[in-house]
């Protein structure tokens, strides 16, 4: 796989509709949290982290609302360019009665996005869709088929039918089981290129994806497999990392996954690196964590928060398992070196 750059990012949570408020959430834990209109089976209101886009957006418009605020803030006043085609990680929407091709007119439908329908594609595999996602955008931008591209994100854990569907499996935390995990929702989006110079937010150096089998026989073996395999393609040594960001959905089983795996190698040849895991003050969001951890992780490094490269490790719905390694953006190329013989003489005596 080439090199991805990240050249704009922008995102929508529970904390706000910036993607400053959404990394300053990995601190602020959980009190973006509310009750949402939903019951859980010990008759409880159900606890979640809806985004500030309003109660009266509801169903699978949020979905739409979600990517809209996303890729505008992507946007800003940052980057003009001719339109782009989108490529989108997004849930199951049969729920909904819908599907991708739905969601996708939607986005093209609204006059003011720069969104090329030629080519854009919706993935509606919920978690798993990031490695295709990612080797559908490297493989148009490797032809030369597509300049640069959006990379969406986009889900809502806390639209009803979702929900009643999560509440009724037993998974949401409560009162009555505090192993689940907590329902959020978010869009994130990213432009990628092939652009990777000093221009660029962060590089996607490297990705690796282990679907398990028998060689693996846990879930924390496969997702140790496709760190090593990220790495590897990146060139990056476990020991330089500087944070390894966790998409997990922040219930028990996730996180004893992501403790397990931080024991083998190669993560554990990193005890220096900071963990982050989003979904502890954003709650789950499904299809839109993966391109959601990549912009976190792009932002800190463009801001020079991290300043070593950063491995991102994504969970899916099944068994198999997915990572990134994010390096920041080349320097600049040095200044060629002076003729020394020009130095001597503007530096020595004036021999007049």
């Given amino acids: 796989m080439r090199a991805l750059a990240i050249e704009a990012m922008g995102a929508v949570t529970a904390v706000g509709d ?33 985004a500030a886009i309003g109660d009266d957006v509801r169903g699978i418009d949020r979905l739409r609302v979600l990517a809209l605020m996303a890729l505008q803030e992507c946007l800003a006043d940052r980057f003009s360019q001719p339109p782009l085609p989108a490529v989108i990680c997004a849930p199951s929407l049969e729920p909904f009665g819908r599907d991708g091709r739905w969601l996708l007119q939607r986005l093209l439908d609204d006059a003011d996005l720069a969104i090329d329908p030629d080519g854009s594609q919706v993935f509606t595999t919920g978690r798993g869709a990031l490695p295709d996602a990612l080797a559908l955008v490297e493989q148009r931008l490797a032809s030369g088929e597509w300049p640069a591209c959006f990379l969406v994100g986009v889900d809502s854990l806390v639209a009803p039918s979702r929900l009643a569907r999560e509440v009724a499996a037993g998974r949401v935390a409560g009162p009555g089981n505090a192993a689940g995990f907590i329902p959020g929702e978010a869009g994130a989006a990213l432009v990628l290129s092939l652009r990777a110079d000093a221009g660029s937010a962060a590089i996607i150096a490297g990705v690796g ?52 795996a931080d024991a083998r190698p190669p993560l554990s040849d990193a005890p220096q690196a900071q963990r982050l895991i989003p979904s502890i003050s954003l709650g789950d969001v499904g299809a839109a964590a993966g391109v959601l951890s990549l912009a976190i992780a792009g932002l800190l490094l463009a801001k020079g928060v991290v300043q070593w490269p950063v491995l991102t490790m994504f969970s899916t719905d099944g068994a198999s398992r997915a990572a990134a390694v994010l390096e920041p953006p080349a320097p600049p190329a040095p200044d060629p070196p002076r003729n020394d013989r020009l130095n001597d003489a503007q530096s020595g005596p004036d021999v007049d």
């Fill in 18 to 50: 910036n993607l400053p408020l959404s990394v300053a959430s990995i601190y602020t834990n959980a009190r973006h949290f509310r009750t949402l209109p939903a019951v859980g089976p010990d008759g409880r209101p159900i606890i979640g982290g809806p």
């Fill in 209 to 260: 994806r282990c679907d398990g089998g028998v060689a693996f026989n846990t879930a924390a073996a496969v997702l140790a497999a496709a760190a090593e395999q990220a790495l590897a393609r990146a060139g990056v040594a476990a020991s330089s990392l500087s944070a390894i960001c966790h998409d997990g959905a922040g219930d028990w089983r996730q996180l004893e996954e992501m403790s397990v």
